[in-house]
């Protein structure tokens, strides 16, 4: 099922994107589906909605219509890999994040990395998905395919 934004109902702060998704004014039954937020004609924001929550991918779009962002979403928060594009189509950075935190961030130009960021983590035991992809190489980060 898919919705537009101005249909649903929310719980929260849709700036922090923190929002819950109701398909009732009294905020009683939450929606599960796809949500699609667009300017005029164009689709800005798509996301995926289990239990009123983000949760699976979200799409952030250019004016163009180009993808600028994917991100796994658990919750309300990202979660999981984060891939963000030029308008060209092309792949500038690849992020495993936790919780809207990254922890770490592979930054590319020209189809070559340019940089690696490491970012502390706030506890010494991550989730285990987390955990996982913190094995892939480099390469299997670049080529991570969203499910």
């Known amino acids: 099922m898919e919705k537009y934004f101005e249909e649903l109902y929310l719980k929260g702060d ?3 994107g923190e929002s819950d998704y109701y398909i009732d004014k009294n905020l009683t039954i939450p929606y599960d589906g796809t949500v699609i937020d667009k300017d005029g004609d164009i ?3 798509k996301f995926e909605v289990r239990n009123g929550k983000r949760t699976g991918l979200e799409y ?3 004016s163009n219509g180009k993808i600028e962002q994917i991100n796994e979403c658990r ?3 990202t979660f999981g890999v984060s891939k963000e ?4 189509g092309n792949l500038r950075s690849v992020s495993i994040v936790w919780n809207n935190g990254y922890l770490r961030t592979i930054y590319i130009n020209n189809n070559k990395i340019e940089k690696i960021e490491n970012y502390k983590p706030t506890i010494n035991r991550l989730p285990e998905k987390i955990s996982y992809l913190f094995t892939l190489s ?3 980060l670049i080529n991570y395919k969203f499910e």
């Open 14 to 16: 849709p700036i922090s």
């Open 43 to 45: 689709i800005i924001w």
């Open 60 to 62: 952030i779009y250019y």
């Open 75 to 77: 919750g309300n928060l």
């Open 85 to 88: 594009f030029d308008q060209n």
């Open 138 to 140: 480099n390469e299997e």
